[in-house]
């Protein structure tokens, strides 16, 4: 294998697992050691910095991070990342506005505007706010938040948390401007506004047509528009017995809702095996505990009515062949079976759509009615309108929206300051020593040998006394600082420089997960098969060095299991082998500003 | 050293041995010798070496004298029997013990100051008397844990850190052992554990007593340019002749080999070490060309390393002395104990 190009900003960014699967990139290591020293409001704001919506996020990431989380490899339970990011929200200081940016005074003369007030058109404010750009934002409904209020109900986040996250922004100056649905983008972009960012989410939700669905309409109701009338009060009671069709997130928002609403049964009918739901482990495990059934291989087959009025559905029962991945090869009816409903809730997907965005624009739609936009720039085929959130590639989550705001903010700027869209700042990697001494480092590295603390709950016979009773109650500071200990720092990487080194194997023998081996070097297949302990990971980088010197072998590191708790770097004679915690830098709106002012003092 | 245990965590996939332990369920505790010593290279050594041999840790005996070598006993096998005796006195305790217990294995780590100086004597006669035991010296040339001077297997020319010469012709085990009339006697390097780790398995299985003279740069006070112990002048002058790799009895010989080249040498319990010699010339089986060969090289400057010399099984301790065949907690009570009639009819014939 050639030797490893460690100057590639991904390289060491990648072996921060969680950092690399977070959308947004959010430096996770950094802020869970700021936790540990009780640093929350530092804490908070690296977050905010990367995620914009910590104590949100904190309670309703779809959290990629934790599944990619390299302690989950080593031994099962990943760090609860999430839920130290809401440690974080729930214990900082509560006026942090010295700390946000500061609103320049004169405005810079472009103006933005933002379609729907959800967390992508929200991150656009927040990063163009502070470069002077006068931000107006439209918002269908009374209140800002887009999906994260009208989707999520409150006893998972509650409004005080939602309401304080967006007023950050807001009161940087955006011109929010509620009960105001855009109708035409014709109309809109005849005000002269500088650049267009349509953050309109995908709030169609899929429709069941089996037979029984028009008559009796009155009882079945499509997901996300339920949960949106009941967040604005408009639903407050559904029937006895409720069957949800599907089981994804909404799935389990929708099932857990109608348990605070009257329903005494509630049952989650799944299509397919548990292997192949769609709802996080997690969301599941919630719905499960609060005691809602989930019966699998049922397909829908038709509403049952009786004098105009629902009483069931009925269900083909379904058998499935797998093949040895698991996946379905075959699938048949053995069967059919009735369940009794008093009303049934569609959670089987959502759309986006736009029926206000005449199609005489230049804006290119696909054959499927969606809107072509650039996977990187996030611009549509009209210069100047950009998409993002749900409304750019159908639905994800909040934390994807954020990262597309952030990306989306970084084009209007260079759009609006007449520069080209696709000239942007590359991501990078610095590198900081942690060495204080011969034994001593700039962080905790000693494994701490700690399970997963579970977060409490409120009571099952509290929780459903009001809709808005937060569920979950959130780490003591204690139980946080006990979790915090539980990250392995892989931010803290293992930097080797092969002229110092002696070949004297001492860190190959310290290894305490065995993923060093000094070899004869070979092509990345015979590699992997001869290291101390087989790389059968292949999704995890192996390190490669130059040739030795003593021997011209080469240092070999599987980076899947590394603990980084640098015994190979106490351990080594030479100091060739050394700790060094990663900056990764992903540009902002910001960073391209400042280096588009440091190239060019005009502009600034 | 590291200030911190390694931790317990382990890599999932690593293999199981026979009794379904890991390498790591074969560690010691926290090292406390310098970070890059050669030591601890050999203790990594051991511990692949046991739990490839699949030695139930309980059956193992660490035996040790004084000195940074003698302190390695304790960071392999925790689950072992240990002994850390009197400067240069490993041998006599290993003696007492291996005449109480035939049926463990016996391993005595030592430096070339604890086996050269002063226990030469007993190091002399535990060879004389073919004690069933590995024993390992761990040569570094330097007295380290005094900080550095010249041992009794410094070479004539080597420069100390500060600067002077040896002038005094060094001790070497290798050919006193061979001269001695010891049946498995090796040389090795902390670097190469793909030559040390087989050579540890072997000589733990040899019949009688088997030495590894282990070259174990003291990363301290001898790796400096104009040493002849540090890690580059030993690449540089390491020339191995014989490479043994060790075969336990219920494994097949698979590799393809060529004859004349290599040379199987069966075990008495049935394992085998396959020879291969890498220097064509040399004939580890004829001790007196052995020792010949090896004394030619060495004034020529270079290590000819691996299982230098070794021969068919004498009798060893237990046959010399006609001890029981089993060990002696499992002699019955009545046998072992003569009674006092008896006891007084021993005492009669001294009288």
Redesign the interface.
Known sequence: MQPTDTQHPDYFHKVVDCQWACPAHTDVPEYIRLIAQGRFTDAYMVNRHSNVFPGILGRVCDRPCEPACRRGRVEQKPVAICRLKRVAADHREADIAARLPKIPKRKNGKRVACIGAGPASLTVANDLMPLGYEVTIFEQFAEPGGLMRTNIPSFRLPPDVLNEEIQQIVRMGVDLRLNHPVTSLRALLGEGFDAVFVGSGAPKGKDLKLPGRQEAADHIHIGIAWLESVAFGHVDRIGERVLIIGVGNTAMDCCRTSLRLGAKNVKVMARKPRAFFKASAWELEDAEEESVGIVVNRAPKSFVTEQGRLTGMLFDQMEYELDDHGRIVGERVVGEEFFPADDVILAIGQENAFPWIERDLGIEFDRWDVPVVDKVTFQSTRPGVFFGGDAAFGPKNIIWAVEHGHQAAISIHRHCQGESVRDRLPPGVNLQSRKMGVHEWAYANDYAPVERRLVPHVSLKERFKKLNIEVELGFTIEQAAQEAQRCLNCDVQTVFDAKLCIECDACVDICPVDCLTITVNGSEPDLRSRLRAPAKNLSQALFVSTPLKQTGRVMVKDEDLCLHCGLCAERCPTAAWDMQKSFVHWPHAADNAAADAARNPKIA | ????A?????????PRNALGLT??DYEGSLSTL?????H??I??AIVEACWGLDIEPQNLVKLSGIGCSSKTTAYFVSGGHGFNSVHGRMPSIATGANAANRELHYIGVSGDGDTLSIGLGQFCHAIRRNLNMLYIIENNGVYGLTKGQFSASADVGTKAKKGETNFQPPIDPVLLAITLGATFVARSF??D?KQLVPLIQAGLRHKGFALIDVLS?C?TFN?HEGSTKS??YT?EHYEPAVHADFIPPEREIVADYNEGETLPVVMHDGSRIVLHKLDAAYDPTNRAAAAAQIQERMRAGEYLTGLLYVGSAEKDFHDLNGTPDTALNKVPYEKLSPGSKGLAKILERYR
Do not use: F, I, N
């Open positions: 050293m590291t200030y911190l390694k931790p317990k965590v382990s890599h999932p996939s690593l390498r790591r310098c970070a890059g010593c050669g601890d290279s203790t990594a902390s670097g554990k740069p990363v790796d890690y580059a690449r």
